[in-house]
Protein backbone atom coordinates (compact mmCIF):
# COMPACT_ATOMS: atom_id res chain seq x y z
CA UNK A 1 0.00 0.00 0.00
CA UNK A 2 2.71 2.02 0.62
CA UNK A 3 3.72 2.21 -3.04
CA UNK A 4 0.44 4.29 -3.32
CA UNK A 5 0.96 6.90 -1.46
CA UNK A 6 2.72 9.28 -3.91
CA UNK A 7 0.44 8.66 -7.10
CA UNK A 8 -2.90 8.77 -4.77
CA UNK A 9 -1.12 12.16 -3.28
CA UNK A 10 -0.37 13.58 -6.34
CA UNK A 11 -4.02 12.68 -7.86
CA UNK A 12 -5.29 14.14 -4.90
CA UNK A 13 -3.89 17.55 -5.53
CA UNK A 14 -4.17 17.54 -8.99
CA UNK A 15 -7.75 17.26 -9.20
CA UNK A 16 -8.90 20.01 -6.35
CA UNK A 17 -6.10 21.64 -8.70
CA UNK A 18 -8.25 21.24 -11.34
CA UNK A 19 -11.28 21.72 -9.29
CA UNK A 20 -10.09 25.55 -8.29
CA UNK A 21 -9.49 26.16 -11.89
CA UNK A 22 -12.19 25.67 -13.64
CA UNK A 23 -15.35 28.04 -13.74
CA UNK A 24 -17.35 25.14 -13.05
CA UNK A 25 -15.44 23.86 -9.93
CA UNK A 26 -15.56 27.34 -8.38
CA UNK A 27 -19.07 27.90 -8.79
CA UNK A 28 -19.40 24.38 -6.80
CA UNK A 29 -16.94 25.49 -4.38
CA UNK A 30 -19.27 28.89 -3.76
CA UNK A 31 -22.54 26.58 -3.13
CA UNK A 32 -20.20 24.92 -0.92
CA UNK A 33 -19.21 27.75 0.99
CA UNK A 34 -23.49 29.03 0.67
CA UNK A 35 -24.44 25.66 2.15
CA UNK A 36 -22.01 25.15 5.34
CA UNK A 37 -23.16 28.85 6.12
CA UNK A 38 -26.61 27.42 7.18
CA UNK A 39 -25.19 24.03 8.68
CA UNK A 40 -25.25 25.16 12.03
CA UNK A 41 -29.18 25.83 12.32
CA UNK A 42 -29.43 22.64 10.28
CA UNK A 43 -27.56 20.80 12.53
CA UNK A 44 -29.21 22.68 15.90
CA UNK A 45 -31.99 21.20 14.59
CA UNK A 46 -31.52 18.02 14.11
CA UNK A 47 -29.59 17.67 17.27
CA UNK A 48 -32.87 18.60 18.67
CA UNK A 49 -35.10 16.33 17.06
CA UNK A 50 -32.12 13.36 17.67
CA UNK A 51 -32.34 14.37 21.67
CA UNK A 52 -36.06 14.05 21.31
CA UNK A 53 -35.81 10.73 20.09
CA UNK A 54 -33.25 9.53 22.06
CA UNK A 55 -35.83 10.41 25.51
CA UNK A 56 -38.32 8.71 24.04
CA UNK A 57 -36.36 5.50 23.71
CA UNK A 58 -35.12 5.78 27.13
CA UNK A 59 -38.41 6.10 28.36
CA UNK A 60 -39.60 2.80 26.37
CA UNK A 61 -36.73 0.91 27.77
CA UNK A 62 -37.62 2.02 31.55
CA UNK A 63 -40.75 0.59 31.16
CA UNK A 64 -39.75 -2.25 30.00
CA UNK A 65 -37.40 -2.61 32.58
CA UNK A 66 -40.05 -2.03 35.39
CA UNK A 67 -42.22 -4.65 33.39
CA UNK A 68 -39.62 -7.43 33.05
CA UNK A 69 -38.52 -6.39 36.74
CA UNK A 70 -41.82 -7.85 38.04
CA UNK A 71 -42.18 -11.36 39.35
CA UNK A 72 -44.20 -13.23 37.36
CA UNK A 73 -47.29 -15.12 38.58
CA UNK A 74 -47.53 -18.79 37.01
CA UNK A 75 -51.99 -18.79 36.29
Known amino acids: ???WYLP???LGLGSLGV???SERGRT???QLGR???KAPDQLRDWSDA???EIAKIQTTVDSLNELL???QKNA
Open 69 to 71: AKP
Open 8 to 10: LTV
Open 1 to 3: MRR
Open 28 to 30: MLR
Open 19 to 21: LVA
Open 35 to 37: GLE
Open 50 to 52: FDC
